[in-house]
């Protein structure tokens, strides 16, 4: 009955709704999940595609899923060495 | 030719054999040629929920391995004679039979019967692959909880990976009382979050227990609620148009006392 008061003051959500959002965001990422062999692929497809631009240290390169309140967002840390020089 | 259906759920305990007990009895009452399977090797459950533990001789493993013939394992009912379980062994484990034996098992039960109804194991692994690979379509159950909505999230992905016919849902054990207060997520909400079509709705029913004890499928008692969602499923298993049943609220005041004082809610 209390929890019912508090409600109706709007002092508490009601669970459900707690319950919902919980879920949206814990499915949005294990929708999202890539196998680690596709993860390894993508990965390996950036590395490929930046190293044309600049000299890339492929040892500290990181691709990963992050979270941010409710959005996912892929996120890659990559360690430059050198920008290579446009020769025009 | 028949059709074969699996039941599925990801999480454990939210009511896969307690389902397809009930839409066997129903659909066997509805006069159609039902078999069962129960493709939980290891940790068998079907039988003692049909009532029929003290008669089996041979199991699923028996069949595959070709120890037995099929019509020797498949068990008859004692209701109703046009229904038929065939046990998974008890000593054995998932990886006694493959996907491969499951299709082929499956393909040649449907062609004796209406129905073939799958129970599937708990998990993702090898048990569920097995359940799943000689299956038309399959039946997601889920309760309205965080922990198995998120299960039957990841089910129905794999299932769709399979490119099997889209699955259906059946939320089990819902709480009219609880969803009126907020406190549970209702019809829609679970609809909205996973995305697929409602097959039915089951109340959470003490009657449960009492038929699972005595091994009475819920369906052929007329009282009770579940049993009544049951019906329902199974005639909208067979393309009958039914609408989803009320969900009464019988926690209030005047209820109680009604139900007290022996009148039907």
Request: hydrophobic share 45%.
């Amino acid at each position: 009955m209390f929890d019912l008061f508090a409600r109706v003051f709007g002092r508490e959500d009601a669970s459900k709704d707690v319950a919902k959002e919980r879920l949206r965001l814990v499915l949005v990422h294990d929708r999202a999940s890539l196998s680690p062999q596709a993860l390894e692929n993508l990965k390996n497809d950036l590395l490929k595609v930046i190293s044309e631009y600049m000299d890339i240290d492929d040892e500290g390169f990181r691709v990963d899923f992050s979270r941010h309140d409710e959005s996912m967002a892929l996120v890659a840390n990559i360690p430059i060495r050198s920008v290579k020089r446009t020769s025009v | 030719m028949g059709e074969a259906i699996v039941i599925t759920s990801g999480k454990g305990g939210v009511g896969k054999t307690t389902t397809t007990a009930n839409l066997g009895a129903g659909l066997a009452k509805a006069g159609m040629k039902i078999a069962l399977i129960d493709a939980d090797i290891g940790l068998r459950n079907l039988d003692v929920v049909m009532g029929l533990e003290n008669r089996i001789v041979y199991d699923l493993v028996d069949v595959v391995e070709g120890f037995a013939k099929l019509k020797h394992a498949l068990i008859k009912d004692k209701r109703f004679e046009n229904l038929y379980l065939l046990p998974a062994a008890q000593t054995r484990d998932k990886t006694a039979v493959s996907p491969e034996q499951m299709r082929e098992l499956v393909g040649q039960m449907k062609e004796e019967f209406d129905y073939v109804l799958i129970d599937s194991p708990a998990g993702i692994e090898q048990g569920f692959k097995n359940a799943v690979a000689g299956a038309d379509k399959a039946i997601v159950v889920a309760t309205p909880e965080v922990s198995s909505v998120r299960d039957a999230d990841r089910i129905i992905g794999l299932l769709e990976a399979q490119e099997k016919h889209k699955p259906f849902l059946i939320i089990n054990r819902i709480r009219a009382s609880m969803v009126k207060k907020g406190d549970m997520m209702d019809i829609d909400d679970m609809i909205e979050i996973l995305a697929i079509e409602l097959l039915g709705v089951v109340p959470d029913d003490e009657f449960i227990v009492v038929s699972t004890n005595r091994g009475e499928p819920a369906v052929l008692n007329p009282q009770s609620k579940a049993g009544e969602a049951y019906r329902n499923i199974t005639r909208r298993l067979q393309g009958e148009n039914v609408p989803m049943m009320k969900l009464d609220d019988d926690s209030g005041f005047f209820n109680r006392l009604r139900k007290l004082m022996g009148f039907k809610s």
